[in-house]
C-alpha cells in the first residue's frame, strides 16, 4: 500500500511508534494480524512504470528482433544488461552458483544472472539482472531509450520524437 510517514514516538518500553497514513483500507487486515509478529517494510514510495511504457518496449524489441533475425528474447535480455541501475553483484560459495542462477532465472525472461570468479577462495561473484516488470518509472526510461537508440541505429522507425517526449513525460520522467 502507498501511504506517508505521519509520527514517530516512544512507547513506555521505549520501543518506537510509527504512525502511517494510508490511502487504502487496512481494517481487514487489522483485524486478521493484530497481536501477531508481523514484518514490516517502509521505502520511498517511486512512480511505477505504464503498461503502455511496457507495451512500447516490446514493440522496439519486436522490430529490432525482425531487423536482426534473432529471437525477442535474445533482444530484450541484451538491453537489460546494457542499462544502468538494474543489477546487483552477489558473492556466492561456487557450490551454490548453479541453483542461484536457476532458482533467479525462473522469475521471468529479463532475470538474468552470470557468474565470474571471486577473489574471495571458494566463492564466486555472481550479477544479477532484474528483469523489467520490477523497474520503476526511471529505470523502465533508460530500457526504452536503449530500445530506440537501437532502432535508430539499424533505421528502424519509432514513434515520433514530440511523441516519446509526451510519452515520458506521461511517465513522469524528464527529457535525456
Same mark, same amino acid.
Given at each position: 500500500?502507498?501511504?506517508?510517514? %505521519?509520527? %514517530? ?23 486478521r ?9 517502509i521505502?520511498?514510495h ?6 503502455t511504457?511496457?507495451?512500447y ?41 548453479d ?9 521471468? %525472461? ?5 557468474a565470474?570468479?571471486?577473489? %574471495? ?8 539482472w ?12 533508460g ?34
Amino acid at each position: 500500500m502507498q501511504g506517508r510517514l %505521519i509520527d %514517530i514516538s516512544y512507547g513506555l518500553n521505549r520501543r518506537q511508534r510509527v504512525t502511517v497514513e494510508i490511502s487504502g483500507d487496512f481494517s481487514g487486515e487489522y483485524d486478521r494480524l493484530k497481536n501477531t509478529d508481523v514484518d514490516v517494510e517502509i521505502k520511498k514510495h517511486r512512480k511505477q512504470r505504464s503498461l503502455t511504457a511496457n507495451a512500447y518496449a516490446w514493440v522496439l524489441v519486436d522490430k529490432i528482433a525482425e531487423a536482426l533475425i534473432l529471437d525477442k528474447a535474445s533482444v530484450y535480455k541484451n538491453a537489460i544488461r546494457e542499462i544502468g541501475g538494474v543489477s546487483e553483484i552477489v558473492c556466492v560459495q561456487e557450490g551454490a552458483v548453479d541453483r542461484l542462477r536457476s532458482a533467479w532465472e525462473a522469475n521471468g %525472461i529479463g532475470w538474468q544472472a552470470e557468474a565470474m570468479p571471486s577473489k %574471495i577462495e571458494g566463492c564466486a561473484n555472481v550479477i544479477l539482472w532484474y528483469g523489467s516488470s520490477t523497474y520503476d518509472t526511471r529505470q523502465m526510461y533508460g530500457l526504452i531509450s536503449r530500445l530506440i537508440d537501437d532502432c535508430r541505429g539499424l533505421g528502424i522507425e519509432t514513434r515520433p520524437e514530440d511523441e516519446i517526449k509526451a510519452m515520458m513525460a506521461q511517465w513522469g520522467t524528464r527529457d535525456k
